[in-house]
């Protein structure tokens, strides 16, 4: 399999079981964050690791936030999170530490972290492990950022769920780009993906 197919294999999933990448597989994986687009070298990427023990802690915390974004949020919408949360092999808070003073524009900042944790997601997928970048409410929470240790006006990209994906997990069928790519010649494009 050529890199490029190994790419075109790649497929987001939370059917994830034990064993989560550790030491040095793990520290690769993380490394690849460093190959990043990155306009300033800003590095506005920061990663918290949860597992073990602690992910039921975290559980805890994103009901907390639930609750105080939507005192009624549905029990079934609480229970789902508290499980996922709670049992996944690994939770990746991916945390964005911006410089608002900088000259480098925040959104510049937030897709440089976005790009970071594709490059993440690129990389468990090639050395055999997997994973899903989940977001929500949640992810937007100033309260919650902060009591992971990304207090204003740093902040949350989400949480990537990470582990082996289990056996048989199929990839989804994907769309092909057609309908996605326009050659501009001088006039606005229309994309078929728009009509």
Do not use: C
């Amino acid at each position: 399999m050529t890199s490029l197919d190994l790419l075109l294999s790649r497929f987001s999933t939370d059917a994830l079981t034990e064993p989560a990448p550790q030491g040095a597989v793990l520290d690769a994986i993380l490394s690849t964050a460093m190959r990043a687009p990155d306009h300033g070298k800003l590095r506005p990427w920061r990663y918290v690791i949860v597992q073990g023990a602690a992910r039921p802690v975290l559980a805890g915390r994103i009901v907390a936030s639930m609750k105080r974004l939507d005192p009624e949020a549905a029990p079934a919408k609480i229970e789902k999170r508290q499980s996922r949360f709670s049992t996944m092999p690994m939770i990746i808070a991916l945390g964005m530490h911006l410089r608002p003073e900088n000259k480098i524009p925040l959104i510049e900042q937030e897709l440089a972290v976005g790009a970071a944790a594709m490059n993440i997601l690129n990389a468990l997928h090639v050395t055999g492990f997997g994973g899903v970048w989940v977001s929500g409410d949640v992810a937007y929470d100033p309260e919650l950022a902060a009591e992971l240790g990304f207090p204003a006006p740093h902040g949350l990209a989400g949480f990537l769920f990470v582990g082996t994906p289990i056996p048989d997990v199929r990839a989804p069928q994907r769309r092909g780009v057609e309908g996605y790519v326009a050659e501009w010649t001088g006039a606005p494009v229309q994309f078929g993906a728009d009509a």
